[in-house]
């Protein structure tokens, strides 16, 4: 047994003990209640882990290791996300296969991780670029594709009931979701039908379908690119232009679960503010569809949708979006250039960049009108960049007396305001959207009430078939192609009709999965199709037919892998029914919340869809979020001069005397901001060996500021450094003792040495390292260590059920002051001490659960100690003595003594009676467990 703290052997022997045992191996276990603890799926990047990615995991580990001490059964895995865009451009650069470098960077993450302790069931490790894994992905789509959305059941079902549904009475009255232009027909006419154009008329009800949409298209990536991947209209890697494009593309109906998924908010534990993130990206709104006729063409009308219908007489202009299919049509002669012109500027702007911009007006005129279907009165149709294709019908109708950015587009065009409401004075200083007032100058509606006249036109529009009342979500049906290769390869080939339509059909269940095929490049072919496209000469469908070439979205493996974890090893379903039934849901799950809007929409849209077709056993996959904060680098920065002849850098005491230009610096190099100047010229090779440095009192000092931790700053810690300086549970405990989990924190690396110096303050009540042994004793406890302890015991497991972390610790470093001012070295409250530091420190509280002589073989296996409040019951109380007001000395009664005792044993006092020097008290006041006042008479 050590009775030094070496951290670094006990570390390793107690990591090799739980890998060689499987002590944090889960298992189906009926007799105990199951716990289920998950982190957000981490990518391999290359530069593996700094000092801010393991704070989520640490967190999770802790209640993992809590969890179990309680008595449950705990599942904690630990996988992958390794299908990705980095290692595409990697291998696009070096011509390296991406699962090679992925399989590296992996590595390197899973050394990193088990070098921290934390208590995983590696046995369960997943990967989403693993075959095993995708096969499941693919499973997963191909029961989407067959999959239809009922919204009379309110829920997904078997293409086969649609099938039965239309042979027996058509598609005029089904409610499903669809395509608003789907032709209804008879069931006669679906009857009629040859197998291939029944097959095609179901494409359109299917949850996974082929569609055009206007994508985020990067040329030189050559790739489509989800909204969070641009930024300010580049790709965020690599930083090249994105512009918006048309393109033939798998999408998910996500939109039929928008009300479920709004609905499920209510169900879960999760902060405020990603629920209304979500509640906004799904953007429910009740309104009504208009057709507007245009003017020379009498086979189309334009359909908007509307929140404000009593708004359509002050309609003054129409705009569509600058990708509408009709543009070209709608477009006059004399406007070509400049429509041209716009929608080129147009496709430069991200999406983001188009919604969000609220004070810039663009737009260009077509030369085209639509006829105002309340009054016939001609509207002016323009373009507008603001205005999306692909969300709602692409044309908004124009209000500027009710909308600031219509009111901005009016004013900027020259178009008419006409006032709607007689309670709206003012228009251009007001521009508001008042629902007060009558209507006036407003045809069927003139001198309604807003509620009237809303009604009065949806029951007119809809009597006339040109508008009806509608729910409409800002949310979109979400894209599912990439144009890449190191994605999930879709399981669908293609197949001409006798017509030679292309239609997709789906590979064979037992053909799962459908690998990757070689390719000679990562990069599209030479015709701008996806990589691979380059395999299409000899990867087809049973050698003829070709397979999709397009690769499943990064989002798509992450969807769902909690329930992998289950059941990792099972060939036959991707999780079976036990296991599926026994964990049910994600009991805690962290994570980034950017997140928010992508990730956890997505994954709660697919676990919906398993719990439809009766796979899973719960609406919404995890119970309760949190979303950790960012650990936040604390940057250094040297001060050179500028134009000097020499280079010269100045301490920051004295840069106000120079015009100098602040440099980042590493931050490894620098110790308490004091600069190792000799390693500094080592490691840069801009600083010559003659470079000047104007130091103060003999030292460089560099400034410092809290930024973002990236290698940009060089302000990267890597948490292998500090392991190997003062040991993992001295960074857990570090980390976790910052602040809340939830909030930003600056890292200081200067400041964890308290943790470490608290780590062995709990070795010294257990070893004296000089002597070199063991002062553990049997004795029993006093009161006082039962107090100290207790004290400790409740608090800790109240903050570990709020999840305040960072107070445990506080509690911890309390408690180990106290018994050791205490000097208690008794193994009856050392033992409780150690288990309630176990899961912060769990290689320390392995290795001093063995010295108490523990032999459960690890300390997961024991149970968390029980609070007894009769420990904290206090058997005496101090009471203050006073003299007329003036307290002169303390003394101790018996907590339950009556008010007489008190005053019998105060005036029985050898001491008060000094005080009194003989005379008689007028009064004794005693209030109970607060004060005695002795009443002096004069």
Same mark, same amino acid.
């Given at each position: 047994?050590?009775?030094?703290?070496?951290?670094?052997?006990?570390?390793?022997?107690?990591?090799?003990? @739980?890998?060689?045992?499987?002590?944090?191996?889960?298992? &189906?276990?009926?007799?105990?209640?199951?716990?289920?603890?998950?982190?957000?799926?981490?990518?391999?990047?290359?530069?593996?882990?700094?000092?801010?990615?393991? +704070?989520?995991?640490?967190?999770?580990?802790?209640?993992?290791?809590?969890?179990?001490?309680?008595?449950?059964?705990?599942?904690?895995?630990?996988?992958?996300?390794?299908?990705?865009?980095?290692?595409?451009?990697?291998?696009?650069?070096?011509?390296?296969?991406?699962?090679?470098?992925?399989?590296?960077?992996?590595?390197?993450?899973?050394?990193?991780?088990?070098?921290?302790?934390?208590?995983?069931?590696?046995?369960?490790?997943?990967?989403?670029?693993?075959?095993?894994?995708?096969?499941?992905?693919?499973?997963?789509?191909?029961?989407?594709?067959?999959?239809?959305?009922?919204?009379?059941?309110?829920?997904?079902?078997?293409?086969?009931? +649609?099938?039965?549904?239309?042979?027996?009475?058509?598609?005029?009255?089904?409610?499903?979701?669809?395509?608003?232009?789907?032709?209804?027909? $008879?069931?006669?006419?679906?009857?009629?039908?040859?197998?291939?154009?029944?097959?095609?008329?179901?494409?359109?009800?299917?949850?996974?379908?082929?569609?055009?949409?206007?994508?985020?298209?990067?040329?030189?990536?050559?790739?489509?690119?989800?909204?969070?991947?641009?930024?300010?209209?580049?790709?965020?890697?690599?930083?090249?232009?994105?512009?918006?494009?048309?393109?033939?593309?798998?999408?998910?109906?996500?939109?039929?679960?928008?009300?479920?998924?709004?609905?499920?908010?209510?169900?879960?534990?999760?902060?405020?503010?990603?629920?209304?993130?979500?509640?906004?990206?799904?953007?429910?709104?009740?309104?009504?569809?208009?057709?507007?006729?245009?003017?020379?063409?009498?086979?189309?009308?334009?359909?908007?949708?509307?929140?404000?219908?009593?708004?359509?007489?002050?309609?003054?202009?129409?705009?569509?979006?600058?990708?509408?299919?009709?543009?070209?049509?709608?477009?006059?002669?004399?406007?070509?250039?400049?429509?041209?012109?716009?929608?080129? *500027?147009?496709?430069?702007?991200?999406?983001?960049?188009?919604?969000?911009?609220?004070?810039?007006?663009?737009?260009?005129?077509?030369?085209?009108?639509?006829?105002?279907?309340?009054?016939?009165?001609?509207?002016?149709?323009?373009?507008?960049?603001?205005?999306?294709?692909? #969300?709602?019908?692409?044309? &908004?109708?124009?209000?500027?007396?009710?909308?600031?950015?219509?009111?901005?587009?009016?004013?900027?065009?020259?178009?008419?305001?006409?006032?709607?409401?007689?309670?709206?004075?003012?228009?251009?200083k007001q521009a508001d959207n008042t629902k007060e007032g009558?209507?006036?100058?407003?045809?069927?509606?003139?001198?309604?009430?807003?509620?009237?006249?809303?009604?009065?036109?949806?029951?007119?529009?809809?009597?006339?078939?040109?508008?009806?009342?509608?729910?409409?979500?800002?949310?979109?049906?979400?894209?599912?192609?990439?144009?890449?290769?190191?994605?999930?390869?879709?399981?669908?080939?293609?197949?001409?009709?006798?017509?030679?339509?292309? +239609?997709?059909?789906?590979?064979?269940?037992?053909?799962?999965?459908?690998?990757?095929?070689?390719?000679?490049?990562?990069?599209?072919?030479?015709?701008?199709?996806?990589?691979?496209?380059?395999?299409?000469?000899?990867?087809?469908?049973?050698?003829?037919?070709?397979?999709? *070439?397009?690769?499943?979205?990064?989002?798509?493996?992450?969807? @769902?892998?909690?329930?992998?974890?289950?059941?990792?090893?099972?060939?036959?379903?991707?999780?079976?029914?036990?296991?599926?039934?026994?964990?049910?849901?994600?009991?805690?799950?962290?994570?980034? $919340?950017?997140?928010?809007?992508?990730?956890?929409? #997505?994954?709660?849209?697919?676990?919906?869809?398993?719990?439809?077709?009766?796979?899973?056993?719960?609406?919404?996959f995890a119970k309760k979020l949190i979303n950790q904060g960012?650990?936040?680098?604390?940057?250094?920065?040297?001060?050179?001069?500028?134009? $000097?002849?020499?280079?010269?850098?100045?301490?920051?005491?004295?840069?106000?005397?120079?015009?100098?230009?602040?440099?980042?610096?590493?931050?490894?190099?620098?110790?308490?901001?004091?600069?190792?100047?000799?390693?500094?010229?080592?490691?840069?090779?801009?600083?010559?060996?003659?470079?000047?440095?104007?130091?103060?009192?003999?030292?460089?000092?560099?400034?410092?500021?809290?930024?973002?931790?990236?290698?940009?700053?060089?302000?990267? &810690?890597?948490?292998?450094?500090?392991?190997?300086?003062?040991?993992?549970?001295?960074?857990?405990?570090?980390?976790?003792?910052?602040?809340?989990?939830?909030?930003?924190?600056? @890292?200081?690396?200067?400041?964890?040495?308290?943790?470490?110096?608290?780590?062995?303050?709990? @070795?010294?009540?257990?070893?004296?390292?000089?002597?070199?042994?063991?002062?553990?004793?049997?004795?029993?406890?006093?009161?006082?260590?039962?107090?100290?302890?207790?004290?400790?015991?409740?608090?800790?497991?109240?903050?570990?059920?709020?999840?305040?972390?960072?107070?445990?610790?506080?509690?911890?470093?309390?408690?180990?002051?106290?018994?050791?001012?205490?000097?208690?070295?008794?193994?009856?409250?050392?033992?409780?001490?150690?288990?309630?530091?176990?899961?912060?420190?769990?290689?320390?509280?392995?290795?001093?659960?063995?010295?108490?002589?523990?032999?459960?073989?690890?300390?997961?296996?024991?149970?968390?100690?029980?609070?007894?409040?009769?420990?904290?019951?206090?058997?005496?109380?101090?009471?203050?003595?006073?003299?007329?007001?003036?307290?002169?000395?303390?003394?101790?009664?018996?907590?339950?003594?009556?008010?007489?005792?008190?005053?019998?044993?105060?005036?029985?006092?050898?001491?008060?009676?000094?005080?009194?020097?003989?005379?008689?008290?007028?009064?004794?006041?005693?209030?109970?467990?607060?004060?005695?006042?002795?009443?002096?008479?004069?």
């Amino acid at each position: 047994m050590r009775s030094e703290y070496q951290f670094r052997d006990i570390e390793k022997a107690w990591q090799g003990f @739980w890998e060689q045992n499987q002590t944090f191996k889960a298992q &189906v276990n009926p007799n105990k209640p199951k716990y289920y603890v998950l982190d957000m799926f981490p990518y391999p990047s290359g530069a593996g882990l700094h000092v801010g990615h393991p +704070l989520g995991y640490i967190a999770s580990d802790i209640m993992a290791r809590y969890k179990r001490l309680q008595g449950y059964e705990v599942l904690h895995p630990m996988g992958f996300d390794s299908f990705g865009l980095p290692a595409e451009q990697y291998a696009i650069q070096t011509g390296q296969h991406p699962a090679i470098t992925t399989e590296q960077n992996i590595t390197r993450y899973i050394e990193q991780l088990k070098n921290m302790g934390f208590s995983f069931d590696w046995t369960r490790e997943v990967r989403t670029s693993d075959p095993a894994y995708y096969k499941w992905t693919q499973w997963i789509f191909m029961q989407l594709f067959n999959s239809w959305y009922n919204q009379e059941s309110d829920k997904a079902e078997s293409i086969d009931t +649609l099938t039965q549904r239309l042979a027996a009475r058509g598609s005029v009255g089904l409610k499903a979701v669809c395509e608003d232009d789907v032709e209804r027909i $008879s069931a006669e006419a679906w009857n009629a039908m040859g197998e291939e154009e029944q097959y095609a008329y179901l494409l359109n009800f299917r949850l996974a379908y082929l569609d055009d949409s206007v994508v985020n298209w990067c040329p030189q990536l050559g790739t489509v690119l989800a909204n969070d991947e641009v930024k300010d209209g580049l790709s965020e890697r690599g930083g090249y232009p994105v512009e918006q494009k048309k393109m033939r593309q798998w999408s998910m109906r996500i939109t039929a679960y928008a009300d479920r998924l709004l609905r499920g908010l209510e169900e879960v534990d999760w902060s405020d503010s990603l629920k209304e993130q979500q509640r906004n990206w799904i953007g429910k709104s009740i309104g009504t569809d208009v057709e507007f006729a245009i003017e020379g063409i009498s086979d189309k009308k334009i359909k908007v949708f509307t929140t404000r219908v009593d708004t359509i007489y002050g309609v003054s202009f129409m705009v569509l979006a600058p990708e509408h299919e009709w543009v070209a049509e709608l477009t006059k002669p004399e406007q070509q250039a400049d429509v041209d012109a716009y929608i080129t *500027w147009t496709k430069s702007r991200s999406e983001l960049d188009r919604v969000s911009e609220v004070k810039t007006v663009s737009g260009v005129f077509t030369g085209s009108y639509v006829i105002n279907p309340l009054n016939n009165e001609r509207v002016p149709l323009f373009l507008a960049d603001y205005v999306l294709a692909g #969300y709602g019908t692409g044309a &908004v109708m124009g209000v500027p007396s009710g909308d600031q950015r219509d009111w901005n587009f009016a004013k900027h065009f020259d178009l008419p305001i006409p006032a709607i409401l007689d309670a709206q004075k003012d228009i251009e200083k007001q521009a508001d959207n008042t629902k007060e007032g009558k209507y006036i100058n407003s045809g069927i509606i003139n001198g309604m009430g807003y509620k009237e006249a809303t009604n009065t036109l949806i029951q007119w529009l809809e009597e006339r078939e040109i508008g009806k009342g509608k729910v409409q979500y800002r949310m979109r049906n979400a894209v599912f192609s990439r144009q890449r290769y190191w994605g999930e390869p879709v399981p669908v080939y293609f197949k001409p009709t006798a017509s030679g339509q292309l +239609l997709p059909y789906l590979i064979q269940e037992s053909e799962l999965p459908l690998e990757l095929p070689k390719i000679d490049k990562y990069l599209p072919t030479e015709t701008g199709e996806p990589p691979l496209g380059r395999a299409a000469d000899s990867w087809k469908y049973q050698g003829q037919y070709d397979y999709e *070439w397009s690769t499943m979205p990064g989002w798509a493996g992450s969807s @769902w892998y909690w329930y992998r974890y289950m059941d990792a090893q099972n060939d036959a379903a991707f999780a079976s029914a036990e296991a599926v039934n026994y964990w049910k849901a994600v009991d805690l799950y962290i994570g980034g $919340s950017e997140h928010a809007t992508g990730h956890l929409l #997505y994954s709660r849209f697919w676990n919906k869809f398993l719990k439809d077709l009766g796979y899973v056993a719960e609406e919404e996959f995890a119970k309760k979020l949190i979303n950790q904060g960012m650990i936040q680098g604390r940057s250094n920065f040297v001060y050179r001069v500028k134009n $000097s002849d020499q280079v010269t850098f100045v301490s920051h005491g004295l840069k106000d005397q120079y015009d100098v230009a602040a440099l980042h610096v590493d931050v490894n190099i620098v110790e308490n901001d004091i600069l190792d100047v000799k390693e500094f010229k080592r490691s840069r090779n801009d600083v010559p060996s003659d470079a000047q440095f104007i130091l103060e009192d003999g030292k460089y000092v560099c400034g410092w500021e809290v930024e973002k931790m990236s290698k940009s700053k060089f302000n990267v &810690v890597n948490p292998d450094d500090l392991i190997a300086k003062y040991g993992a549970d001295t960074l857990r405990v570090y980390e976790m003792f910052l602040g809340p989990l939830e909030q930003f924190k600056p @890292w200081n690396t200067n400041s964890i040495s308290g943790s470490h110096n608290f780590l062995r303050k709990v @070795w010294r009540l257990f070893f004296d390292e000089q002597a070199q042994k063991s002062v553990l004793v049997d004795a029993a406890a006093t009161p006082e260590e039962l107090k100290v302890l207790h004290m400790a015991i409740r608090k800790v497991q109240d903050d570990l059920e709020r999840y305040s972390f960072n107070t445990v610790v506080s509690t911890l470093m309390i408690c180990v002051n106290d018994l050791g001012q205490l000097k208690c070295h008794k193994k009856s409250v050392l033992r409780e001490l150690v288990l309630l530091l176990s899961p912060y420190a769990p290689h320390m509280a392995e290795e001093l659960w063995a010295a108490l002589g523990e032999e459960a073989g690890s300390i997961s296996h024991a149970k968390f100690p029980v609070f007894n409040p009769e420990f904290l019951v206090e058997n005496e109380f101090n009471y203050p003595i006073s003299f007329n007001g003036k307290v002169k000395l303390t003394l101790a009664f018996s907590a339950t003594a009556s008010p007489a005792e008190v005053e019998a044993g105060v005036l029985a006092n050898e001491q008060v009676q000094k005080h009194l020097d003989g005379k008689a008290p007028s009064k004794v006041i005693v209030v109970p467990k607060r004060i005695v006042n002795i009443v002096l008479g004069k």
